[in-house]
């Protein structure tokens, strides 16, 4: 029972294209979000979601977009691609109703590793 | 501003007891998380606290907080080779959607 997923799970390419990461989740989570974790481990949040509804958009190159077309789903697609951009890149969610701390606790996915060549 | 740090390393012997540190700069945080990152997977929430708590004890996990200081620490007693991970801490505030993660402290346990 995978609560979140994201495909693929790598991802190869080269320098120039456009990519796709999918995320799904199945816990009927109102906020999700997606994260960048570069070689040394550093996470950093890029965009977050609630309800469809753009709410976090840190600083960001346009060429990441986030399209969300329901709240069980939130793609993150990449044109352009630099070689800097390669990083694993994480979904998560997380309830955002009910009480806290609970309700602020994210669930991640598996990560998606980009290796951009 | 938010900025929450913690060492980048630390090295334990298996059995002994672990302990992780975090400093965090928002006076305003709330909620404190521990999240640990296994080789290869996304992050799993261990435990977490109140910020009007001192204390949080949960099986081998033990959770203290110093709000004067804005130091928060994670002891795992009877350390195993299963906790081989990056353990993160993280912040928030009542309102806010957003997580601060820390830096991550990798956890390496020599037999």
């Known amino acids: 029972d995978t609560a979140v997923s994201q495909t693929p799970k790598y991802l190869v390419t080269q320098m120039g294209n456009d990519k796709s990461i999918k995320c799904e989740q199945n816990?009927?989570?109102?906020?999700m979000y997606w994260y960048k974790q570069d070689s040394k481990k550093f996470l950093k949040i890029m965009f977050s979601?609630?309800?469809?509804?753009?709410?976090i958009n840190e600083t960001v190159p346009n060429r990441f977009s986030p399209k969300s077309p329901d709240k069980a789903h939130l793609n993150l697609h990449i044109n352009s691609l630099e070689l800097g951009d390669s990083a694993v890149y994480f979904c998560?969610?997380?309830?955002?109703?009910?009480?806290?701390?609970?309700?602020?606790?994210?669930?991640f996915g598996p990560g998606t590793r980009l290796t951009v060549t | 501003g938010e900025d929450v740090e913690q060492s980048l390393f630390l090295s334990v012997r298996e059995g002994d007891s672990s302990v992780i540190n975090c400093t965090y700069t928002?006076?305003?945080?709330?909620?404190l998380y521990w999240y640990k990152q296994e080789p290869g997977a996304g992050l799993q929430l261990l435990t977490y606290?109140?910020?009007?708590?001192d204390m949080k004890q949960d099986q081998r996990l033990t959770v203290l907080l110093n709000k004067k200081d804005k130091h928060l620490s994670l002891r795992i007693a009877d350390t195993q080779t299963g906790d081989s991970a990056i353990y993160f801490c993280?912040?928030?505030?009542?309102?806010?959607?957003?997580?601060?993660f820390g830096t991550g402290t990798r956890l390496t346990i020599i037999p």
């Open positions: 979601y609630n309800n469809k509804e753009l709410i």
């Open positions: 998560a969610s997380s309830p955002n109703s009910g009480s806290p701390p609970r309700s602020y606790e994210q669930y």
């Open positions: 816990l009927g989570h109102d906020t």
């Open positions: 993280a912040e928030t505030f009542f309102g806010n959607e957003k997580l601060t």
């Open positions: 928002d006076s305003s945080s709330t909620y």
């Open positions: 606290i109140f910020s009007n708590m």
